[in-house]
Structure formats: structure tokens, C-alpha cells
């Protein structure tokens, strides 16, 4: 491999790194099975007080 070729090869590969840096992300932050489940009872309290007033 020349040079020259290397050189390119090594600028395309930080220029595709810093593309998908900007990239929008298309997965959603990971959410723990404990704090779902705390935000699902929060859920609930809220529907409660709700039906309640």
C-alpha cells in the first residue's frame, strides 16, 4: 500500500467516524427493567389521584 493511499484511507475513516457522531441516533436511551417499572407506579399514583379529584 503507497502512501498516498494510506493517507486517504486513514482521512475517509475519521471523516465517516465524525459523520456518525453527528448523525441522529435512531435507538432510545436504555431505560433499566427497575426504573421502568418505578415510573410505571408513577404512572399509576398519578392515574389514581386523577380519578379521584
Do not use: F, V, W
Amino acid at each position: 500500500m503507497n502512501r498516498r493511499k494510506k493517507i486517504n484511507q486513514l482521512l475517509k475513516a475519521n471523516a465517516k467516524k465524525a459523520s456518525a457522531k453527528l448523525a441522529p441516533k435512531s435507538k432510545t436511551k436504555y431505560i433499566s427493567k427497575a426504573d421502568r417499572l418505578k415510573l410505571a407506579a408513577e404512572a399509576g399514583q398519578d392515574a389514581i389521584t386523577c380519578a379521584e379529584s
